[in-house]
């Protein structure tokens, strides 16, 4: 009878190490699909073989740089050479793609803006870039107090239904927001021009894509010359002159999407791993501006910038 528990002990033991032992030995595939070969994209990337590395998993990153809709054959046929077991696409434009042409293969996507980017899809989860409305409100009732009203540049298609949420947040912790829609790039000058001079800083929904390349000057000069501080989108917004950004640890942002990667190799399907926002928020300053607005600011505040202009 003794001889027979040691010897199911043996197998029971047996059992349990057999997946840690394939996971140490065999190797797998993952493809990574970025829409850019820029410094965040290889930041996440960086990420991404950290989390592998301590996963038990020997994995092997597939890297390919998304072309055009016409020109990425040679993706389609590596995914399928190298028996890919999941897709990690990292921006919108890899996204789509990966989103259409691989619905067979769990994808993780990540450098995208919102859930808006992975559609219905029941095999991608992924990692959004906006923060959560709490967050932001937070963050705008730091920099710049409940005591003045914020205005609020939404498009009322693309973020109608945020700036509803977002008003009854803001009530929430007594900040007063001032909707302000602007539906097309050329509505920007007239409802900058309404605002009132009592108007304490300018805000905008990322989603909304009113802060871009095109009206970038004409914002940050309306907002320099009225002394109306912006909150960029980014530190590059924060160094070409808006008050503050908020702004993500690209790194971390690639282990996230690792953990998930690994979650899907451990067995579970893509829909049950939710969809986050990155769990590490970085901010700028720029401090040109915060004395160009006669603003103060709570010592520490500045002290743990991550980034100072």
């Not at 920099?143 to 009854?168: M, N, P, T």
């Not at 001032?178 to 000058?189: I, M, T, W």
């Not at 309404?194 to 894509?209: K, M």
Request: glycine share 6%; charged share 20%.
């Amino acid at each position: 009878m003794s001889r027979l528990i040691v010897i199911g002990c043996w197998l029971s033991s047996l059992l349990i190490c057999v997946p840690q032992c394939l996971a140490d030995t065999q190797s797998i595939t993952i493809t990574a699909i970025l829409s850019r070969d820029a410094e965040p994209y290889q930041e996440v990337l960086e990420g991404v073989r950290q989390a592998f590395s301590v996963s038990g998993f020997r994995i092997e990153l597939d890297v390919h740089v998304y072309k055009d809709a016409s020109n990425n054959a040679p993706i389609k046929a590596a995914v399928s050479a190298s028996r890919s077991r999941a897709v990690l696409s990292l921006g919108s434009q890899a996204t789509a793609f990966a989103v259409s042409e691989f619905s067979e293969l769990p994808i993780c996507a990540g450098l995208i803006v919102d859930e808006k980017a992975l559609g219905d899809s029941e095999n991608v989860t992924g990692l959004v870039l906006k923060f959560p409305l709490e967050i932001e409100l937070q963050w705008l009732k730091m920099f710049i107090g409940s005591d003045k009203s914020i205005a609020v540049l939404y498009h009322e298609e693309k973020s109608g239904a945020e700036l509803g949420r977002a008003q009854q947040l803001a009530e929430q912790i007594g900040l007063r927001l001032h909707a302000q829609a602007v539906n097309d790039h050329s509505d920007l000058p007239s409802v900058l021009k309404r605002l009132p001079q009592n108007t304490g800083a300018l805000w905008s929904f990322a989603e909304s894509g009113i802060l871009n390349a095109q009206t970038a000057k004409h914002v940050l000069l309306y907002s320099f010359r009225n002394r109306i501080p912006l909150v960029g989108l980014s530190n590059q917004w924060t160094k070409a002159g808006a008050l503050y950004s908020l702004d993500r640890d690209y790194f971390d942002i690639g282990v996230q999407c690792g953990e998930k990667i690994v979650k899907i190799l451990n067995g579970i399907p893509p829909e049950q791993i939710p969809v986050e926002p990155p769990r590490k928020v970085f901010y700028s300053i720029n401090m040109k501006t915060l004395r160009h607005m006669k603003l103060e600011l709570p010592e520490n505040l500045i002290q743990d910038a991550h980034e100072v202009f």
